[in-house]
């Protein structure tokens, strides 16, 4: 036979080689990813609203934390007796008592300016013969002009030298001029709602960090940006860009180290600073490019058996057609009889049904190597922990991954031709209807629904993709359907920390402006007097002086569930801070029912407290005032106070009623 026509046979059973390994490698790769983009997809949006509702959670930590210090500064500058606003000899005692008694360890110092701008006294000890004019500061003009207090953008501290947050307050004396303004400092790199942030980084190499509305960075791990612009840094983060100008929420966008991240961002409302998260893609979907590069190598493995195999198939099924050929060259080139193609006719005939018998099985191997891929693929799909399907324009599955019957008790063959109805229930059915809708008109759509999954309420969140035709029909919707109770349940948690006082238990500062608040409303509807009681621990700094911190807090939380065993279930008891307490009285009927509340509750600090130092002696000072209709929350509060400063007037260990 000439050597082309062998070249030529050859060539046509390498080509059917090739095409057969790369039709393989092609279905098998295709389906592959086509089921591993779906569920990339979903779980980005899973993880992107993760880090979003954790940022939240942080920020509103910190909006607390904020607010409180304020407050703080706030309630010192508001208490300052008026025969001390401008006795600055007289004043000095008392303001380091009030830094001794905050307890804040991230506070740098109190300093008090007179209304020239000049520093009057100081908590701490300065270095040499400090003087300080801070007139032209934006935390003293605004002060004084507006005469509300404020919380300032990051300064470096002309005193220390260390960066920190001004926290300032007017004095008013009784004709409402500011005769002086008192300033908190709080070192950011020390403060404790920074480092306490910093334990939700994401994954290993994520991180939070803090910026100022205008891209100064407060808070970053490397240490070296700090205090620098976010755009002193070479590179690009359209993120932050977008989170500069008013943008809240999460997207994926490459950082300026050329890494592709999602990042989060959240603005806090207390001073306009924007908390953000960076979690590395790499990192976050570390599993599902795992994933596709097995099913990469592990398509063009099964391609390259499956040419192997078509290899050595061909040859041995194209052997007759290769006769029948030799025997038509030989007839055309060597006048060989023609009587060969009768004889060779009626073998080649069956040997053509056989071949053809035989390129038919190979097909069903191939059809085979298919379906050991697609079992790999519902391998992937089942060890999601999420439920992933596929749902026709009549709402019935499709498709379906094992999670439903670990979640709904039905096998993944069962489900195909359900109605959504039938698997979910007629009431969830009608609840996601609208959204089911939404999604078959071609919109991508993402809810949250309620329902009972092993007996107990959970709360998931489902995404349904649009499967668009290229006519731009909707043949059916691809369901990603995760569950979302754990993130919930951590939301809620981080809302009712934000609420208790963590040392005792009780409300905190925050809790009880609101409980005090729905207080005075019902009050006035129903005509009937409220009372508050405000009192603290009689020399307290002696015990922690005494026995140390550690026997203090004991006795706090001793002190308060003293407190609140003793007065009534419908009444709050809050710890506002150090060791001042107080407690919203509801409908007293007369002031001789709020003095006897006071009395029970100074001989019930009488008692010894018991602690890890053994029994300790204390006492408690109270103060109670009624309130006034159309009194506020302030005015209220102010009385209980005055009460309580008469109280310890009389010595200590006693109750005083507001006489005002």
Request: hydrophobic letters at 45%.
């Amino acid at each position: 036979m000439p050597t082309g026509s062998r070249l030529s046979s050859a060539n046509l059973k390498l080509r059917l080689a090739c095409v057969a390994a790369v039709l393989v490698f092609a279905a098998t790769l295709l389906a592959t990813l086509s089921t591993l983009s779906v569920a990339e997809r979903g779980m980005k949006v899973v993880i992107g609203d993760q880090q979003y509702t954790l940022l939240a959670g942080a920020a509103s930590f910190m909006d607390d934390r904020m607010g409180e210090r304020l407050k703080q500064a706030e309630a010192l500058a508001a208490g300052i007796p008026p025969r001390m606003r401008t006795d600055w000899a007289a004043l000095h005692p008392y303001v380091n008592e009030q830094l001794r008694l905050w307890g804040a360890d991230d506070y740098l110092n109190i300093v008090v300016f007179d209304a020239s701008g000049d520093m009057r006294l100081s908590a701490r000890p300065l270095p040499g013969q400090t003087v300080l004019n801070v007139r032209g500061t934006d935390y003293f003009e605004q002060v004084l002009a507006t005469r509300k207090s404020m919380i300032s953008r990051p300064v470096r501290s002309r005193l220390t030298g260390e960066h920190s947050v001004i926290f300032s307050a007017p004095v008013i004396d009784t004709a409402g001029k500011v005769v002086a303004v008192v300033t908190a400092s709080v070192d950011l790199r020390r403060s404790g709602f920074l480092r306490q942030i910093g334990t939700l980084k994401p994954g290993k190499t994520g991180y939070l960090f803090l910026m100022t509305a205008d891209g100064v960075i407060i808070d970053h791990p490397d240490e070296t940006r700090l205090f620098q612009h976010v755009g002193s840094a070479p590179g690009v983060n359209r993120g932050t860009e977008r989170a500069l100008d008013g943008f809240e929420g999460w997207l994926e966008t490459r950082g300026k180290d050329g890494v592709d991240a999602i990042y989060a961002y959240k603005r806090l409302r207390s001073t306009g600073w924007i908390l953000a998260a960076r979690y590395p893609v790499g990192e976050a979907f570390a599993p599902m490019i795992a994933m596709r590069r097995s099913a990469f190598f592990s398509a063009g493995g099964l391609a390259l058996a499956a040419g192997l195999l078509a290899w050595v198939l061909v040859f041995q099924l194209l052997a007759p057609l290769q006769v029948l050929r030799d025997s038509v060259v030989s007839i055309r080139d060597d006048g060989t009889d023609i009587g060969v193609l009768r004889d060779g006719r009626k073998d080649e005939i069956g040997e053509l049904g056989r071949a053809f018998h035989a390129l038919m099985a190979e097909r069903e191997r191939a059809e085979s190597g298919r379906a050991a891929s697609e079992k790999r693929l519902r391998l992937i799909a089942d060890n999601l922990p999420v439920l992933i399907s596929y749902i026709d324009r009549e709402q019935r599955f499709r498709f379906g991954n094992a999670t439903f019957e670990k979640w709904f008790g039905v096998e993944p063959a069962q489900m195909d031709g359900m109605h959504v109805a039938q698997l979910l229930g007629e009431e969830v059915a009608a609840e996601i209807h609208p959204q089911l809708d939404q999604a078959f008109a071609g919109r991508p759509v993402t809810h949250e629904i309620r329902i009972p999954l092993r007996g107990e309420p959970r709360i998931l969140q489902a995404t349904y993709i649009p499967d668009l035709q290229p006519d731009g029909s909707v043949a059916g919707i691809y369901s990603l359907v995760h569950d979302m109770t754990h993130v919930k349940e951590v939301e809620e948690q981080l809302l009712q920390l934000a609420r208790v006082d963590p040392l005792t238990g009780i409300a905190n500062r925050r809790m009880f402006g609101e409980a005090l608040h729905h207080a005075l409303d019902r009050a006035r509807r129903s005509g009937k007097a409220l009372a508050l009681a405000y009192l603290d621990i009689d020399y307290f700094k002696k015990i922690n002086d005494t026995h140390g911190h550690g026997v203090g807090d004991e006795v706090l939380k001793e002190f308060a569930r003293r407190l609140s065993a003793g007065v009534r279930a419908t009444d709050t008891a809050a710890r506002l801070s150090g060791d001042e307490f107080v407690v919203i009285l509801e409908e007293i009927g007369t002031r001789a029912e709020a003095e006897h509340t006071a009395a029970k509750i100074v001989e019930g600090m009488r008692l010894p407290f018991r602690t890890s130092a053994g029994l300790v002696q204390a006492s408690t000072s109270v103060g109670v005032a009624l309130s006034q209709l159309r009194q506020t929350q302030e005015q209220l509060l102010a009385a209980a106070d005055s009460a309580l400063y008469a109280a310890k007037g009389k010595g200590r260990d006693g109750y005083a009623f507001f006489e005002g």
